[in-house]
């Protein structure tokens, strides 16, 4: 699946990366605990998140993961989108939560991490 094809599924808004949109993603993890998200060890990861700070950008840094995926209308700041277009990293909002995110994608063919 692409992240065009995300940003469609879930109505979306690109902040940043729209270079990105044909990058193809595998797997999908939901989770609002960055510890749980230094935990994985696949790539092509797209993290479902309603943790909009720095922390959630610094962790997908460190866990080499390239797009994150704010629910429930979270955007991120200015600061954030900055360090995220530093290190490659797309960011799409959505309106929906992070239940309904979560069963779109699956029921679209994104494979869960576990």
Do not use: W
């Not at 990861?45 to 080499?64: F, K």
């Amino acid at each position: 699946m692409t992240l065009r094809e995300i940003v469609t599924i879930v109505q979306g808004v690109v902040i940043c990366g729209e270079e990105n949109l044909n990058r193809a993603v595998h797997l999908g993890f939901s989770s609002d605990l960055m510890s749980d998200v230094l935990t994985l060890l696949a790539d092509d990861i797209l993290l479902v998140t309603g943790l909009s700070n720095i922390q959630s950008i610094r962790t997908a840094e460190m866990a080499d993961i390239l797009q994150i995926l704010f629910v429930r209308n979270k955007r991120p700041s200015k600061e954030m989108v900055e360090l995220a277009q530093e290190h490659g990293i797309t960011l799409i909002s959505t309106p929906f939560s992070m239940f309904r995110t979560s069963g779109l994608l699956f029921s679209n063919g994104l494979k869960p991490v576990y």
